[in-house]
């Protein structure tokens, strides 16, 4: 027979939202919303690096990053995610859940800082040093995203569990909207302190010295709401289903809940224990490995589904950064380069960014937040491919027809509602699932390897389309690169990509209103008449059958 039901695991999937549930997703959201600053910080300042190293005295333009090094500065990044992802994912169900979370937040904080302090005797060795620390950095932002997850799952209850994840990843769309009003305040204060003629003028005096000030504090700010939570993040306990199911201490696990979630488990603790450890209820079936038939036939299926739909929907979700500029330029957010200064340069582009961000990819977030758990995870993730494979295709078959410049505000719209639709669709579902049907010894690392795929496709989105969407005119390429298939077969390509994504999500399971166990198959959820008393704030009590 299976290991019977925990209670303290009963407790916490039936306990009411509480303080401590918001404590949990601040502080798992902080380390997300330092995340996204970071990851997302690095496009507003590329253009004022390339005039700051790599203008040519007497060009017509201002200098820009070279193909190659744009790559790498925008790229690394997102490699050393996808490292950070499978180790840290690896190491959260090896060593906890806490113990590991501690490490991400400090190899953040520490490259953070670095990234700013980039310094070299020539435009190559800057780069070479920021692409260093910006490997780094992602590698501690890869180990945020599996145990960020994994953590708010496990303290949440069946309920409101993936409201409560989803905030957690919502916080990533208020670290890119702060990103890009530090990069707001700091340019718009550089530029009043040192006013310069826009480029056309005079090329010179066009970019005042203190403008390399300006991209190293933005890099550097990401340090700051990181360290604020570490304090935090050291004084939450290890989560109970780790405690119990892994680390095999149920009563340590009862006495780190009771004091966080006010339910007292004490009486029970040492019964759970027994069961827990006693032979006859440590069955070959709840002990199997990540490479074993048995994780295979159960949960094979779950890996790829995970796996495919976060990497398809990276593909798709990065990739739409390749009509910004088109966006930008047409409606008039993002004047021609040579007509501007510097550090206006650098306001404009923040602006644009913040209210892409405001409109875009906000309320995507908090309407996945506050429909969840009403429509499913399955639901939400199907609808959301469904529409962004809608509007790739829109965008794409009459592609001519919004180029014209009285379409744009149509161009525009579309553009928004398909961010709309990634972030109320699997932009938060991918994150969310892979946390909620792994077994808990497991569950990081699974959430891990699922991430990364994502990362994948984000490399392949951001950087593979970037080639591909070139015309197919030698003429018409952008600066330092080869003819592609064009923007128009880019976009029908992408609308392919979400539609596969759609049928992918069908080998996932919908774990709505399901507890952490009954979804993996921890515990056997028969019950045999035995009882549990549980104490919720010390003055009402609870039986649960186990």
Known sequence: MA?????????????????????????????????????FCIPLVTKLLGRIYYTVPGSLQPGTLPPNVANAVNGVAFCGTLAGQLFFGWLGDKLGRKRVYGITL????????????????????????????????????????PLSATIMSEYANKKTRGAFIAAVFAMQGFGNLTGGIVALIVSSAFDHAYKGPAYNINPAASLSPQADYVWRIILMFGAIPAALTFYWRMK???????????????????????????????????????????????????????????????????????????????????SQNLFQKDIFSAIGWIPAAPTMSALKEAFTVARAQTLIVLCGLIPGYWFTVA??????????????????????????????????????????????????????????????????????????????????????????????????????????????????????????????INFFGMLFTFLVPESKGKSLEELTGEIDEEE??????????????????V
């Open 528 to 545: 045999n008449g035995q009882t549990v008393e549980l104490h919720v704030s010390s003055s009402n009590s609870r039986t649960f059958p």
């Open 3 to 39: 290991r019977e039901q925990l209670g303290v695991l009963k407790a916490l999937d039936a306990a009411k939202t509480q303080w401590y549930h918001f404590t949990a997703i601040l502080v798992a959201g902080m380390g997300f919303f330092t995340d996204a600053y970071d990851l």
């Open 106 to 145: 400090i190899l953040m904080v520490v490259c953070a800082l670095a990234s700013g302090l980039s310094f070299g005797h020539s435009a190559k060795g800057v780069m070479a040093t920021l692409c260093f620390f910006r490997f780094w950095l992602g590698f501690g932002i890869g180990g945020d995203y």
């Open 371 to 496: 429909f969840i758990d009403y429509l499913g995870r399955r639901t939400i993730q199907i609808m959301g491919f469904f529409f962004m494979t809608v509007f790739m295709f829109a965008l794409a078959i009459p592609y001519h027809h919004w180029t014209l410049s009285e379409n744009r505000i149509g161009f525009v719209v579309m553009y928004s509602l398909t961010f709309f639709f990634a972030n109320f669709g699997p932009n938060a579902t991918t994150f969310i699932i892979p946390a909620e049907i792994f077994p808990a010894r497991l569950r990081s690392t699974c959430h891990g390897i699922s991430a990364a795929a994502g990362k994948a496709g984000a490399i392949v989105g951001a950087f593979g389309f970037l080639y591909a969407a070139q015309s197919t005119n030698p003429a018409k390429t952008d600066a330092g690169y080869p003819t592609g298939i064009g923007m128009r077969n880019s976009l029908i390509a992408l609308g392919c």
């Open 236 to 318: 939450m306990p290890e989560t109970a289903r780790y405690t119990a199911l892994v680390a095999k201490d149920a009563k340590l696990a009862a006495q780190d809940m009771s004091k966080v979630l006010q339910v007292d488990l004490q009486a029970e603790s040492e019964q759970v224990k027994t069961d827990i450890e006693s032979p006859a209820q440590e069955t070959s079936n709840n002990s199997f490995g990540l490479f074993s038939n048995q994780f295979m036939k159960r949960h094979g299926r779950h890996l790829v589904g995970t796996t495919v739909c976060w990497f398809l929907l990276d593909i798709a979700f990065y």
